[in-house]
């Protein structure tokens, strides 16, 4: 008998048995639609996730500290040395001090970070476009960067209040950033910086925060940066570049290494899932293969009938495999159009709210290449065992069932 | 021989022939002698008939010359080949090509319409469906089918599914028909008509037919009858018309201790 006959008569049948093959098919269904749903929601969390992390720095950033004992710390020769490493175009030195910020007549312990403006840019920190953060030479309060937290310690509800504020900042020098008191062997010493005025305030991070220009800390006694981000001009040159620098004693890292470990994690959680997804559809198929057993011994009839009239076994064979293969097909298909709907529907419900709060567009629901793989070759073989069992299990039906009067 | 080669011969050998067949079967431990040393010919053209009560052995020995049940002994030859050598797929092959089957039970594939049905057989061979359903159509037009061949089975009557089976079992040109209680489920006009039918088949076609009935009205056009009781085969010498035909039977089954039906006994009455 011909294929395509086989084919068509299969779907017949499958067609006349509407409610039984729905039936036989829903935890298969059940299965394939969680399967599909929490893999595709884990990959578009590991991607959002993964963008944010690129976009919050640079990859072609190498972000550089101290070595692991200490004995190599970055001062500003060292700092002078890492700009001037082949590959190297552009260093933004970064050093976060703990300091007290006053604003009439209240004071407030705060984390200062002694930073250039260009570290802005490379944290993805947007700043209005006519604010410097630079030391300025003219007789007048130097500015400073603060953020919304810290505004509304200070009672400022609305961030752009604080703006054009005096205020008053002192920086804490201790042996870990200052050589001299490193030398003289003193603990800690409290130095004032002198006036400042507020030229921005910035939506980041909720915990007060200052930023003040990089030069006027170093004016101040500060010896040692917390970290230097040093840029490459070609990415390509960013291994090279890198050992250059650990060869200096230096302890470096790169975005790429935190993104392969959080995409490290997701492909666990993917890898779980997966698993979870492969056991409950074994189960679904195990569920599958009870059913198509009392179905097949609820057609012995029409099993039989086909012998007695000269259908041979490779023919009744194919006929059910192709039963199984629009089955599995269908549930399948249904499963990832049941997923995909809850997926698109959680996608829309999410980005509304995150559009709503002046976030960006994310995909939250993307079905993974490797899941769509693993589903791919899981249909295989599932196909190939159901139509296995259904081969062996018609095998043992004779003609004889067909010639049987009830 | 290969079963091919089988198909395709055309010699003057006994169409079927069995050789002391007996088939047994096992109820709870009980063995029970269902066909007891059976040995027959049928002949190219010929219409035999099977005779007999309820549990005579009939349908066991149709499933036995169908290749369908295996005998305990004995040999079932196939224009003198020994049928049950062949493989179960191999003597399908056969069955499609060469016998056509009507069982007791309306056997057929309920997704599919009385013309689909009749075409089936002839597209297991290999044939496209478009010649397949255009030859069923011409069959059934033949045979005299009153029903709607797009319709499906469930929306005929008995008579005229039973004259689609027919159909059915003639698609492939066979050698040989088996109907296996042909007349059950009809009323007597029914069975008349098609009694008239499966005798028109025999000739028009020239295909053998081999009839297993209980009903003695319908051994008229038979020009063999085998009468079976407890699985064994009696051939006697029917004379010519079927009142004497009938009453050798009666006569015979008397004589074993088996009595005929009250129903038969009314059709002899009459």
């Known amino acids: 008998m011909n294929i395509i006959y086989l084919c068509k008569i299969a779907y017949l049948n499958l067609s006349d048995r509407r409610k039984a093959a729905l039936f036989s098919a829903s935890g298969l269904i059940l299965g394939i639609c969680i ?134 900042a002192d920086i804490l020098l201790t042996k870990q950033n200052s050589r001299d008191l490193n030398e003289q062997n003193v603990d800690q010493k409290q130095v004032e910086l002198g006036k400042f005025r507020v030229v921005a305030v910035i939506e980041h ?86 059913v198509l057993k009392s179905d097949l011994s609820m057609r012995k009839g029409e099993i039989g009938f086909l012998k007695t009239i000269g259908i041979n076994q490779n023919g009744i064979g194919i006929m059910l495999s192709i039963e199984n293969i629009y089955l599995t097909l269908f549930s399948a298909l249904l499963g990832i159009a049941i997923a995909s709907a809850i997926g698109i529907g959680l996608n829309a419900g999410f980005n509304y709210f995150a559009i709503e709060n002046g976030y960006k567009y994310y995909p939250l629901y993307t079905i993974p290449v490797q899941s769509a793989i693993i589903g791919i070759v899981t249909f295989i073989i599932l196909n190939v065992i159901l139509s296995y069992y259904c081969w062996y299990k018609s095998k043992s039906i004779t003609a004889k069932e067909g010639m049987k009067s009830a | 021989m290969d079963i091919k080669e089988i198909v395709a011969h055309d010699s003057n050998v006994a169409l079927i022939e069995t050789v002391g067949v007996t088939k047994l079967f096992d109820n709870y431990g009980n063995h029970i002698t269902a066909v007891s040393d059976v040995s027959i010919k049928i002949e190219t053209a010929s219409f035999v008939a099977f005779y007999g009560p309820a549990a005579s052995g009939k349908s066991a020995l149709m499933r036995i010359l169908t290749g369908v049940e295996k005998p305990d002994i004995g040999e079932t030859l196939v224009k003198g080949e020994p049928l049950y050598e062949f493989s179960e797929d191999k003597r399908a092959f056969l069955r499609l090509h060469k016998f056509g089957l009507l069982t007791q039970k309306i056997h057929q594939l309920a997704y599919l319409n009385v013309e689909e049905n009749v075409a089936l057989p002839l597209i297991a061979t290999g044939a496209k469906e478009r010649v397949a359903i255009e030859s069923a159509r011409k069959l059934l037009d033949q045979l005299g089918f009153k029903g709607n061949p797009k319709k499906k089975f469930q929306y005929q009557n008995h008579y005229q599914a039973k004259i689609a089976l027919i159909a059915r079992s003639l698609i492939n040109n066979p050698w040989i028909v088996f109907l296996d209680e042909p007349y059950n489920d009809l009323n007597n006009e029914e069975s008349d008509s098609l009694s008239k039918l499966v005798s028109k088949v025999n000739l028009d076609f020239r295909v053998a037919i081999v009839v297993a009935t209980s009903d003695p009205v319908y051994l008229e056009e038979a020009n063999k009858i085998y009468l079976m009781s407890d699985g064994r085969l009696i051939n006697f010498d029917a004379g010519n018309s079927p009142v004497e035909k009938l009453k050798a039977a009666m006569s015979h089954l008397e004589s074993v201790g088996r009595n005929m039906s009250k129903e038969n006994e009314h059709h002899i009455l009459v």
Do not use: C
Not at chain 1, 151 to 165: E, H, N, V, Y
Not at chain 1, 240 to 256: A, C, Q, W
């Open chain 1, 35 to 168: 399967f599909t749903l929490t893999t595709g929601l884990n990959s578009g969390l590991g991607n959002i996730v993964s963008t944010e992390m690129i976009k919050q720095s640079q990859d072609k950033a190498i972000m550089v500290q101290q070595s692991q004992n200490g004995s190599v710390k970055i001062d500003q020769d060292t700092a002078k040395n890492i700009g001037g490493v082949e590959g190297i175009n552009k260093i933004e030195q970064e050093a976060d001090i703990a300091g007290k910020f006053s604003f009439g007549g209240a004071t407030t312990d705060v984390v200062m970070l002694a930073v250039n403006e260009g570290y802005f840019d490379l944290n993805n920190i947007r700043l209005p476009s006519d604010v410097v953060l630079k030391k300025s030479d003219r007789d007048e309060p130097q500015p400073i960067i603060v953020n919304s937290g810290l505004s509304r310690l200070f009672g400022f509800d609305t961030p752009k209040d604080f703006l054009g504020q005096e205020v008053f």
């Open chain 1, 205 to 290: 991070g909720k915990n007060p925060l200052v930023y003040i220009p990089h030069q006027i800390a170093v004016e101040h006694g500060l010896t040692y940066d917390s970290q230097i981000w040093a840029m490459v001009s070609d990415p390509s040159q960013l291994v090279v570049s890198r050992i250059r620098i650990e060869n200096m004693g230096l302890k470096t890292s790169n975005i790429v290494d935190s993104l392969s470990s959080t995409r490290k994690i997701f492909f666990y959680i993917q890898m779980v899932l997966l698993l979870a997804g492969l056991t409950m559809m074994t189960i679904a198929v195990i569920s599958l293969i009870n």
